[in-house]
């Protein structure tokens, strides 16, 4: 038996699959090494666990049904874990046909091969965009979600009701879990605390949205394997589950916290709010305590601390400087 995890190659796949090789499990990855960022961080990621026996790596597309269907062929597959999407709300505007494509198409692929292979358990990695500019705070799995402002946002919305779909029909158990602003190693150069860390570091101006009132429930890596993990581990039938910190902060707070633990100074460019972005995002945890016994263990301070002690460390490791992009 074997759990599948789709995009583990990724910042918050690679950090999975650790996990679940630490606790002995067979563990088959699927990663396509897109160019969204640059490969190489990629397959530094996974670097590590390539090297153990029990982890077989497929360089494939979630969207290529024979190179998938192989997979399940080759594999008894007991459970999912998908995680591989285009991410990210301002490059699904520019380009809204590939994330239809990866994310809607991928999605349908990977649930209409768990139903062939008769897959045990399903945990597809949503997103707190679903919510948009949702008015009541903090965000419940109950509020109302017929409002995505980016196309990133209502494809994940739309995988979502795949998963239920495919629920309803075929008795697959589902975990559909939300993540919340995902920081920490490993963490995406394209997103907010290492783009402006490395650019802070650089002396480089970092590009501010608005009137940096935005708020964030920004969460520590750790915590949301924590909450993945839990589900992995766990008998459900349908469920949405918020994972996140539950504690927002504002745009400003977070960059007066990247600057003090590199003991530089910020220089700030301001820039008028982009289209598709939400003005704040509050998770409600209580059912992921309830389901999961989810509870997050690091506050924003000490994850930026551990975020910047990782970067620090790499940068020294690597001998040179990465310049965002």
Same mark, same amino acid.
């Given at each position: 038996?074997?759990?599948?995890?789709?995009?583990?190659?990724?910042?918050?796949?690679?950090?999975?699959?650790?996990?679940?090789?630490?606790?002995?499990?067979?563990?088959?990855?699927?990663?396509?090494?897109?160019?969204?960022?640059?490969?190489?961080?990629?397959?530094?990621?996974?670097?590590?666990?390539?090297?153990?026996?029990?982890?077989?790596?497929?360089?494939?597309?979630?969207?290529?049904?024979?190179?998938?269907?192989?997979?399940?062929?080759?594999?008894?597959?007991?459970?999912?874990?998908?995680?591989?999407?285009?991410?990210?709300?301002?490059?699904?505007?520019?380009?809204?046909?590939?994330?239809?494509?990866?994310?809607?198409?991928?999605?349908?692929?990977?649930?209409?091969?768990?139903?062939?292979?008769?897959?045990?358990?399903?945990?597809?990695?949503?997103?707190?965009?679903?919510?948009?500019?949702?008015?009541?705070?903090?965000?419940?799995?109950?509020?109302?979600?017929?409002?995505?402002? $980016?196309?990133?946002?209502?494809?994940? *919305?739309?995988? &979502? +009701?795949?998963?239920?779909?495919?629920?309803?029909?075929? %008795? !697959?158990?589902?975990?559909?879990?939300?993540?919340?602003?995902?920081?920490?190693?490993?963490?995406?150069?394209?997103?907010?605390?290492?783009?402006?860390?490395?650019?802070?570091?650089?002396?480089?101006?970092?590009?501010?949205?608005?009137?940096?009132?935005?708020?964030?429930?920004?969460?520590?890596?750790?915590?949301?394997?924590?909450?993945?993990?839990?589900?992995?581990?766990?008998?459900?039938?349908?469920?949405?589950?918020?994972?996140?910190? $539950?504690?927002?902060?504002?745009?400003? *707070?977070?960059? &007066? +916290?990247?600057?003090?633990?590199?003991?530089?100074?910020? %220089? !700030?460019?301001?820039?008028?709010?982009?289209?598709?972005?939400?003005?704040?995002?509050?998770?409600?945890?209580?059912?992921?305590?309830?389901?999961?016994?989810?509870?997050?263990?690091?506050?924003?301070?000490?994850?930026?601390?551990?975020?910047?002690?990782?970067?620090?460390?790499?940068?020294?490791?690597?001998?040179?400087?990465?310049?965002?992009?």
């Amino acid at each position: 038996m074997a759990i599948l995890v789709t995009g583990g190659a990724g910042f918050i796949g690679s950090h999975l699959v650790e996990r679940l090789l630490s606790q002995g499990e067979q563990i088959v990855v699927i990663d396509n090494f897109n160019d969204f960022y640059q490969p190489a961080y990629k397959r530094e990621n996974i670097s590590a666990s390539i090297r153990n026996p029990r982890l077989t790596l497929y360089e494939t597309d979630i969207c290529n049904t024979a190179s998938c269907k192989e997979v399940f062929e080759k594999h008894c597959i007991e459970k999912v874990v998908h995680l591989a999407a285009y991410a990210g709300v301002r490059p699904s505007i520019e380009r809204p046909l590939l994330y239809e494509e990866v994310n809607c198409k991928g999605t349908m692929n990977l649930l209409e091969l768990s139903r062939i292979y008769k897959v045990k358990q399903f945990i597809f990695g949503s997103s707190s965009s679903v919510y948009g500019n949702n008015k009541k705070i903090p965000f419940s799995e109950d509020d109302p979600v017929n409002e995505p402002i $980016s196309p990133y946002a209502a494809t994940k *919305r739309a995988g &979502e +009701l795949y998963c239920y779909n495919y629920h309803h029909l075929y %008795k !697959i158990p589902v975990a559909c879990l939300r993540f919340f602003t995902v920081y920490g190693p490993r963490q995406r150069p394209d997103l907010a605390i290492r783009k402006f860390t490395e650019l802070i570091d650089c002396d480089q101006q970092i590009p501010m949205y608005g009137d940096g009132t935005t708020q964030r429930d920004y969460t520590f890596v750790s915590d949301i394997i924590d909450g993945v993990f839990s589900a992995v581990n766990r008998q459900f039938n349908f469920e949405i589950i918020n994972l996140g910190n $539950s504690t927002p902060i504002q745009l400003t *707070r977070l960059i &007066e +916290l990247i600057e003090q633990e590199l003991g530089k100074k910020a %220089k !700030i460019k301001r820039l008028p709010e982009q289209p598709g972005d939400v003005h704040r995002t509050y998770a409600d945890i209580r059912k992921g305590g309830h389901f999961l016994h989810y509870k997050p263990k690091v506050p924003i301070e000490q994850g930026i601390h551990l975020f910047i002690a990782w970067y620090k460390e790499r940068q020294q490791r690597k001998g040179q400087i990465f310049h965002a992009t």
